[in-house]
């Protein structure tokens, strides 16, 4: 009896781990598809300086027009093309994109902003990723200080060395490095001094309780003081109330991003926002 038991349930087992793979596959053929179709769209989350009120920046983020499922999240495909190597091809055109956009912004006339783009570890860590963020850059004529890399500290993590390496070449092409989700990984202070970044994005994480938590008002003012020591610029993003505005203008939050600016817009739309105090 017991090997009965024994038996169904492995058989129960087995079936479900081989439709979960069949599922997985299926996963991955409709990505390759997305990307083949470009069923992909990126929309545009502006950044805003504290002390000037301008929108100096936006965050580039990938959604997926899915024909019979809507809109996307990436939350829901990049794990999956990570696993699968599809944030290679995916990353690339994402790169691409937003230079380009960036570009077509400037040609039209619009004071010039930085577009930041989200790395993932596996694109960061391939070969010729460095040339490859080189080439978008000559393909769309945008330059390298118009566009900024966003990276983890766990994508760093994984392999200090390489990593520092990596961003001293980015670097050097002019681009701008920032680190991305602050405060959830687990960079030692003396490992943050030595990557070449400009920017620490404040996760959202610590900013979603401000400004009643005690603990992550703390933790943001750290963060903040931390940053301007090491001579670095601090964003917080997920700010979606004026209360959380206040508290980290007062505790002298350079930039924020977030719903209570704007949220993640597409390209059009970022241009008639940037244009209204302008054109
Ligand atoms: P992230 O880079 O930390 O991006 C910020 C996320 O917070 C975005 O979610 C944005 O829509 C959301 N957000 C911004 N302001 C607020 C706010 O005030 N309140 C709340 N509740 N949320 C806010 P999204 O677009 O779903 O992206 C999730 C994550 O997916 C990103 O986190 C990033 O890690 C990843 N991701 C997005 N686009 C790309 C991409 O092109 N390539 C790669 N590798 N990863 C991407
Ligand atoms: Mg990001
Ligand atoms: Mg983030
Ligand atoms: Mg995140």
Redesign the pocket.
Known sequence: RAKEIGRDAVQVFTFELAARAHEKLERQEELRRALAQTEFF??Y?PQMDLVTGRIFAV?????WRHPERGIV???EF?PL??ETGL?GP??DW?LRT?CRQNKAWQLSGLPPIVVS????AR?FQERDWVERVAAALEESGLEARYLEL?L?ESLIMEDVQQAVETMHRLEQLGVHLAI??FGTGYSSLSSLKRFPVGRL?I??SFV?DLPGDSDDAAIATAVISLGHLLQLRVIA????TREQLDFLRAAGCDEI????IS??IDAMALQALLCLPHC
Request: avoid cysteine; aromatic fraction near 4%; hydrophobic fraction near 30%.
């Open positions: 990126l929309q989350q965050e580039a983020l990938i959604r999240s990436p939350g990049i093309a990570e944030i995916i990353g994402t937003a783009v989200n790395v993932s694109q966003e983890t991305d989700d994005k996760d959202r979603k993003e997920g700010v979606e991003q977030g719903y209570y949220r993640p």
